[in-house]
């Protein structure tokens, strides 16, 4: 363990609302116990919230004029597995889809796609209404949270993966 550079993480809702509970991202809010041990583990971590996460998305122009043009097994694959309809051009459900994950990778491959401040966390474990969520504290673990992101130049760099 001691050998590894950076655990990067997509998790947390440090000061932005949740997104299963008022408080609490998905991702914490299964296993709290699990990602106070992973922060509190002497780790160097790079977290990426919906607080950055939530700025970087596709909307139905972009599929249609950036990522539909690519054309190829790949692009297709992603239309089709985020849920967008290219008869209807519409989401399943939604107006935009959330790039999390890979602006994690992203995050990975350039971390000056991000703005980045240490924070000390801790994670609730303690079962009840904020259950779950990450809260800043004057003492606690130091991670490397993502704050903003440069939104267009992640765009550019997760299309020119597609092609």
Do not use: W
Not at 116 to 121: D, G, K, P
Request: proline share 5%; glycine share 8%.
């Amino acid at each position: 363990m001691r050998k590894l550079k950076e655990v990067a993480i997509m998790g947390g809702a440090v000061r932005t609302k949740g997104n299963i509970t008022p408080h609490a991202e998905f991702n914490i809010f299964v296993d709290p116990l699990a990602a106070k041990m992973v922060f509190e583990s002497g780790l160097p971590i790079t977290m990426v919230p919906l607080d950055v996460t939530h700025q970087v998305f596709l909307t139905p122009q972009v599929i249609e004029g950036k990522v539909g043009p690519i054309n190829n097994s790949f692009s297709r694959f992603m239309i089709e597995a985020i849920g967008y309809d290219l008869t209807t051009h519409k989401f399943a459900g939604k107006e935009l889809i959330y790039l999390h994950d890979p602006l994690v990778v992203g995050v990975v491959i350039d971390p000056n796609l991000v703005r980045i401040e240490q924070l000390s966390l801790d994670v609730e474990t303690e079962e009840g209404e904020h259950y779950g969520q990450i809260k800043e504290v004057k003492e606690g673990a130091k991670v490397e949270v993502c704050l903003r992101a440069d939104a267009k130049r992640f765009l550019e760099l997760f299309l020119s993966r597609l092609k």
